[in-house]
């Protein structure tokens, strides 16, 4: 199994930044892929971004393209979200995700953006 730990959520006004940064442990020699997902009030789960583990190949929602980058550092089995240019309707609990043999979740970090 695969644990993962986020944090880096808050509160931040529109236009600014956080980074999120999500680790993982246990059976980490067997991930494919790590991304973020959120949870808009009103909607469904969203598909943020995400990475490959090895090869780099990176994937953002299209409400996230030119704002939002994702990196990992290998070395640590982390992954990061740099979330730039923050509007209000980016409000929601940010889930790390991982397929590793399977699908895992953190705990989710909170994210509020004040207009």
């Known amino acids: 199994q695969v644990q993962l730990v986020e944090s880096g959520g808050g509160l931040v006004q529109a236009g600014g930044s956080l980074r999120l940064s999500c680790a993982a442990s246990?059976?980490?020699?067997?991930?494919?892929?790590m991304g973020w997902y959120r949870r808009v009030p009103g909607k469904e789960r969203e598909f943020v971004a995400r990475?490959?583990?090895?090869?780099?190949?990176?994937l953002y929602g299209d409400s996230v393209k030119g704002r939002f980058t994702i990196f990992r550092d290998i070395a640590n089995y982390t992954v990061y979200l740099q979330m730039n240019s923050l509007k209000p309707e980016d409000t929601g609990i940010y889930y790390c995700?991982?397929?590793?043999?399977?699908?895992?979740w953190g705990q989710g970090t909170q994210v509020t953006v004040s207009s």
């Open positions: 990475i490959k583990w090895i090869g780099d190949t990176e």
């Open positions: 995700n991982a397929a590793a043999a399977g699908a895992y």
């Open positions: 246990g059976r980490t020699s067997s991930l494919y892929t």
